[in-house]
Structures are given as C-alpha cells and as structure tokens.
C-alpha cells in the first residue's frame, strides 16, 4: 500500500511556516518521494494568520486541494489556539505539535477536546540557545519529521545539511546554529498525551486516549 502523509501548518505571517512547509516538501522530493508544498493564500500581512500544506507520498499524488483532515498539525505560534480551530479535521490517530511553553494542564482545554496524540517544543529556547534570534520554523520542521516520521532522521538530517551549506555558504555561523537547531529540536519535542490501541469485546480496535 502506498503510503500518504498530510500536514498541515498554522502561523503568523513572518514566522516562516511557509517556508518550512515547502522546505519540507523539497527535501522531500530530494530523497524520491512525490509531494505538494503550498501555502493558503490570503492576506499575508506580519502577524496575520496563515496556513500551509504538505502532501508526502511513495506514490504520485492525484489529488490537488487543500487538506481538511490532516495526519499531522503544526502550530507555529500558540496563541492561535485562541483563535483558529487548528485540531479542525485531525485524524486520532495522527498528532498535533505546538511550539509552546505552557504546560499541558494551560494548551489541552484549547484543542476543544481533540482525543489524539499532543506533542510540544519550546522552539524560542531551541532558538536563542543555538542561533541567538529567533526563528521558529528551523525547530518547528526538525520536530515535525521526528513525529511524523516521513524520513529518517540521519537522511533528514543529511538532507538540510546540504541546503543550508548552499544558502549560507558565506556566513558559517549561521549555517552552524541552524544545523545546532535541527538537532536539538529532535531532543526538545515532549509528549503532553498519547494513544493507543484497544481491543473491545467484538474484535473492533478503537482508539483508547491516554493523558
């Protein structure tokens, strides 16, 4: 069976979700797998709410629209939580990330009851202790494919390595604290809750949440 894997990011203009989006989609491609990396378009302003998408895929991928229930979410900033029903259409047994410090007892009351897995990164410490500013899509991707696992991590790795040498061939010290940051965001990522398989007295397996 081929094998489907659909994201779907949520930021503020500025914070590079898009960009982390199609930069997933691009290393992606890099190591053979067939993908869509797109942003929704929009009123792009600094700090308005913006949404991106990746389809990653073993197989040619024929469908061409937004996704509306993802396997996987990235929240980039938490206080859309308030604001944008960001576990809309979220499969159960996927994920959701969120860059976030608050606790699990402040983010679970915001995802209006979402029963899957929630996973969080503080990805403004990942960032001022790897690359003094911050930047959270750096963090926020390296997250994303550990919880994903759309690639191994050494390939994912690998991978960035060798775009980052590319785009910032000229100033090494930004090159070293990006290649810093992806790799502390792999240690960084905490599960708030999990789920797993139960098996009820009819043979049906259904999801049983864990907190």
């Known amino acids: 069976m081929n094998h489907l894997t659909e994201i779907r990011w949520h930021g503020r203009g500025g914070q590079g979700a898009k960009t982390a989006a199609l930069l997933l989609a691009d290393v992606a491609f890099g190591i053979g797998k067939h993908v869509q990396g797109f942003p929704e378009y929009g009123p792009e302003r600094m700090g308005a709410p913006i949404t991106a998408y ?4 073993d197989a040619a991928i024929r469908v061409h629209s937004n996704i509306y229930e993802p396997d996987f979410v990235v929240v980039v ?3 859309l939580l308030h604001s944008v029903d960001v576990t809309s259409g979220l ?11 608050r606790t699990k007892e402040e983010i679970l009351p915001l995802l209006k009851g979402y029963q899957g897995a929630v996973y969080t990164i503080d990805a403004r410490k990942v960032c001022m202790e790897t690359l003094g500013k911050y930047f959270p899509n750096t963090p926020m991707l390296a997250a ?3 919880i994903s696992k ?3 991590k050494e ?3 690998r991978e960035m390595e060798a775009s980052l040498e590319h785009k910032f061939a000229k100033k090494p010290e930004v090159l070293e604290g990006n290649r810093k940051a992806l790799r502390a ?4 990522v905490k ?4 789920h797993t398989l139960k098996i009820s007295e009819n043979g049906r397996k259904t999801l049983n949440p864990a907190v």
């Open 54 to 57: 990746d389809r990653i895929s």
């Open 77 to 79: 900033d938490d206080t």
């Open 91 to 101: 499969k159960r047994d996927g994920a959701i990330l969120i860059n976030t410090d």
């Open 144 to 146: 994303i494919v550990k």
């Open 150 to 152: 759309v690639m191994e």
């Open 155 to 157: 390939v994912f790795l």
């Open 185 to 188: 965001a792999f240690d960084e």
């Open 191 to 194: 599960k708030l809750t999990s």
